[in-house]
């Protein structure tokens, strides 16, 4: 059995479904804190049993009965909600990263998987970003992402479990809660809307973006591939996007061209000015080749934003 933690949330539900099809028993554990409505519903319509328990606390254990490899997918994700209550970022993602490698180690699961992100690099020293580029988090979100790899890979190097690391960079996609929303989802909800999209800075900077259901395939092939214990992968496209360009090709895909520019604000504290991953070693020994085209996805996130806008 595969156990999901947070398999209710936007990366864990696209995760749930894309195992589902494949035919494996999987089973959601998630406290439902921050879980729509909407994949709630959808994880009732599939079957799946959904397993309520907090990652910090005991009854963890019992949630992970029979289940044999899992992904950690539950986190707070909001940077700036760090700066503000780093001890809660501390408690979810470290302490419960913690607590549950320990209750995986008593179940006897056989491989842990941890979502972890771009975050812990910070503003990168040279790019692209490969996995051996210095680890320095800009926030107390990226630093408690950071803490939980260097536990999975002690908890790998001791031999108590097979850890893998996934350091996703830009997720997007249908489903991406408001209250996390990335800059896609973000320009995309404004255009719809007849708002132009708002760029902090000259819109020169670039990240590197990923659809939601390439991460889904990182996350499986991450579960089942043989001899990658205490690997980290990068996950993302391998291309880096500037952000003005974006905004265009969201006008453009919505019909606006013409009728529509990006407004321009003052750049945000803090913000990263460019990103994007070297992710050969993820194509060499994860068998993990991008899907999904950014044009593509944009039309898929658009057509799900369109419908409920």
């Known amino acids: 059995m595969i156990g999901v933690v947070g398999g209710a949330g936007f990366i864990g539900i696209h995760t749930v479904k894309m195992l589902d099809r494949l035919g494996y028993e999987v089973v959601v554990i998630d406290n439902l804190s921050k879980a729509r409505r909407e994949n709630i519903d959808e994880l009732n319509k599939m079957g799946i049993e959904i ?76 790019l692209p970003i490969d996995e051996k580029h210095p680890l320095k988090p800009l926030s107390p979100y990226g630093a408690s992402k950071a803490s939980g790899e260097l536990f999975c890979l002690v ?70 591939k043989e001899n990658i214990g205490g690997y980290v992968f990068n996950i993302a496209n391998g291309t880096p996007v500037k952000i003005k360009d974006l905004a265009y090709t969201i006008i453009r895909l919505l019909n606006m061209e013409g009728t529509m520019e990006p407004v321009y604000s003052k750049p945000r504290p803090g913000d990263i000015r460019e990103s994007y991953a070297d992710i050969s070693l993820a194509r060499r020994h994860l068998d993990f080749c991008p899907q999904v085209s950014l044009e593509e996805g944009l039309v898929k996130t658009i057509k799900y934003y369109t419908a409920r806008i």
Do not use: M, W
């Open 51 to 126: 397993r309520i328990a907090d990652i910090r606390s005991d009854e963890i254990k019992k949630a992970l009965k029979g289940v044999e490899r899992i992904i950690h997918l539950a986190a707070l994700i909001s940077v700036e909600e760090s700066l503000k209550n780093p001890r809660l970022y501390c408690q979810v993602n470290t302490y419960g990263t913690v607590n549950l490698l320990d209750a995986c180690v008593e179940a006897g699961v056989e491989r842990f998987v941890y979502a972890s992100s771009a975050a812990v690099y910070g503003n990168p020293k040279y």
């Open 155 to 224: 908890y790998n190097s001791l031999n108590r479990l097979e850890t893998v690391i996934l350091r996703y960079f830009n997720v997007y996609g249908p489903g991406q809660s408001d209250e996390y929303a990335g800059v896609i989802t973000r320009f995309i909800k404004s255009v719809i809307k007849g708002k132009p999209p708002v760029i902090y800075g000259d819109g020169l900077q670039t990240r590197d973006f990923i659809y939601v259901e390439d991460v889904a395939l990182a996350n499986v092939k991450a579960l089942f």
